[in-house]
């Protein structure tokens, strides 16, 4: 046994569980079940239990090449229980769990870097029903949004009552009413994330349907598509048994998500609205992430195991953020970043921790 990476990758295990969306803690017992090798990578299967007297639970750890401490991100559990004799049958099935979601990843964070100015939400719904035209009016009397073609009778009709269409100041909006729910464990796993609710993942489980709300800024600068995409959300709030607004990983509560809307009415950009900060307890301090800067045309930004207080990380991100997109400022792996003369903190570029692709951390 390579005892070093097999010390690494039980860090990595203990601290993947411990991450705010999975256990949210250490777990109380863990041991290191067999080592295998899949694809010319190495693995490490683990087992453990969230309470002492709980079931063994499986989990997988890799995949190594030779003798490298860092693995290419295969590290996963679904919770369930290890059972010795298809403990390495069922981790391979983990594996490729893990490589198809992140393939689908890679690819929409792909699509993000070539079109920022792209936004996509969808609103979570207690029943299956859209009053369009309650929306539209929405739109149009609150928001001062409406289509730039005023003949859409025939467009209309082609529609149908599950879907909106409107070009609006050189961008385009679709509202599409999605019958049944997003899968459970994707929308349970994002609402987790939201700690200013902690209700988000039960409530969300109540969801049947969803708006699927999609705007595209074709002619309209990135902002002006991402202030378009919060009033066209905003409005869709405004339907009956509106349960969240599921974007940028996260889950929102729809009161929070119209209240910051509202700094549109106030010639300010509604940057709670189209960016998530995130905080979690890392192994050695607070972290923090964004989850949204992309889609505005930048790289997201996190804080690993800071020791300050985590309101103050928070606090710190949202400045950075602001300040980037405000001024549209470029952040380079290298540089140093600082909001007094003193204050130099170094930036570098490399695989996001909490979010996908790379980031820049920012020693705070």
Known sequence: MNQNQY????????????????????????????????????????????????????????????DSLENCGHTF??????????????????????????????????????????????????????????????????????????????EEEEEGGDMAVISYGGGFVAVSLMQGAIPEEEIVYHAKSNFRWPEAAEVSKRHKAHLLVS??????????????????????????????????GTVYEPEFYLNFADMIKDDLFPLFNLVWFGLYHGKNGICGYTNGLRSLGYDEIEVIDSKQPASEVGDFLTDVANYVVDQDVVLQDGETIGFTNEQKLPITKSRGAAVEGDSLKIGF
């Not at 705010?20 to 990578?41: H, S």
């Not at 066209?232 to 009956?240: E, I, L, M, S, Y």
């Open 7 to 66: 010390e690494s990758a039980l860090n990595e295990m203990t601290s993947w569980l411990a991450h705010p969306q999975e256990l949210g803690k250490e777990p109380a017992k863990i041991e290191l079940a067999k080592e295998f090798d899949y694809e010319e990578l190495h693995y490490y299967i683990f087992k453990y239990k969230k309470t002492l007297r709980g079931k063994w639970l499986l989990g997988v750890c890799g995949g190594y090449e030779e």
């Open 77 to 154: 559990s679904e919770m369930e229980e290890y059972r010795e004799r298809t403990a390495e049958e069922d981790a391979v099935k983990l594996i490729e769990y893990v490589k198809s979601y992140w393939k689908e990843q890679a690819e929409q964070e792909e699509e993000k870097r070539q079109s920022p100015g792209t936004f996509v939400g969808f609103v979570l719904l207690e029943e299956s029903t859209f009053d369009k035209e309650a929306f539209l009016c929405t739109l149009k009397d609150e928001w001062q949004v409406e289509d730039d073609y005023a003949d859409k009778e025939e």
């Open 215 to 248: 705007v595209f800024g074709k002619t309209m600068s990135v902002k002006e598509a991402g202030e378009l995409s919060v009033k066209v959300t905003a409005a869709c709030c405004k339907q009956k048994g509106v349960l969240g607004v599921y974007a940028n």
